[in-house]
């Protein structure tokens, strides 16, 4: 089966930086994406990770450790808009899932002025 | 750039009734996923077409069916609906089945 656990909710104030963690076993893994989700709206692509390591852009990073099934999404420099959900999803092996996400429960972040 | 297209955004149908929703890929794209949000939840995944053929198959009910079109574009047939049907329905697309995944803003059905 997947699972995949991040905290339900976080807050943090503006102009700090917070450190949305997410923890995954699942039955195969072929790259893990995090999402930030304004409430009714789509999921907007924030990260894309499938080898170790950290990938930056601009004020948000996503870190990857795939032994440890463990993956970080760090925002610097938060703005009031960063308020939102942050979702993590772990794509699962090739073959008959053909790039299926498995999504966490997203993380509620809320920024305070 | 062109993003994943859906329509309608929105749609309000009666319990019973039948809808459909239309997804239109990133250009290029040629694997397209449906998933389902309702509220505070996160997205489930219901099916999934590869190259026009269904390639994987999720929590999708068996009132519902769904087919890609040889211009590479899906529609989401929903038959006999019913009050829990009501949700965010978010189409996604990419190419192979890798790489970067982009969802379209969602259809949001209400279902009275």
């Known amino acids: 089966g997947q699972n995949i656990d991040q905290p339900t909710e976080m807050t943090a104030t503006e102009g700090a930086i917070v450190q949305i963690n997410c923890t995954y076993q699942?039955?195969?893994?072929?790259?893990l994406f995090w999402y930030q989700q304004h409430a009714g709206e789509a999921p907007t692509f924030l990260s894309y990770?499938?080898?170790?390591g950290l990938e930056e852009k601009g004020r948000f990073s996503s870190f990857l450790s795939r032994s440890k099934g463990y993956s970080y999404l760090l925002l610097k420099e938060l703005q009031m808009k960063d308020s939102a959900s942050y979702l993590c999803a772990v794509r699962g092996e090739r073959g008959s899932t053909l790039g299926r996400l498995y999504f966490g429960r997203g993380t509620q972040l809320t920024v305070w002025p | 750039a062109a993003g994943v297209i859906q329509s309608p955004r929105h749609l309000i149908k009666e319990k019973r009734e039948t809808a459909t929703l239309k997804c239109y890929p990133i250009?290029?794209?040629?694997?397209v996923y449906w998933y389902q949000q309702g509220p505070g939840q996160d997205p489930q995944f219901l099916i999934s077409?590869?190259?026009?053929?269904?390639?994987d198959k999720g929590s999708i009910p068996d009132r519902f069916s769904a087919q890609q079109f040889s211009d590479y574009h899906s529609e989401l047939n929903m038959s006999s609906l019913e009050l829990g049907d009501s949700a965010l329905y978010f189409c996604?697309?990419?190419?192979?089945?890798?790489?970067?995944?982009?969802f379209g803003e969602g259809s949001r059905l209400t279902v009275l």
């Open positions: 990770n499938v080898l170790d």
């Open positions: 699942t039955s195969g893994f072929n790259g």
């Open positions: 996604a697309s990419t190419i192979g089945g890798t790489g970067e995944l982009f």
């Open positions: 250009p290029r794209h040629d694997t």
């Open positions: 077409f590869y190259e026009k053929m269904q390639s």
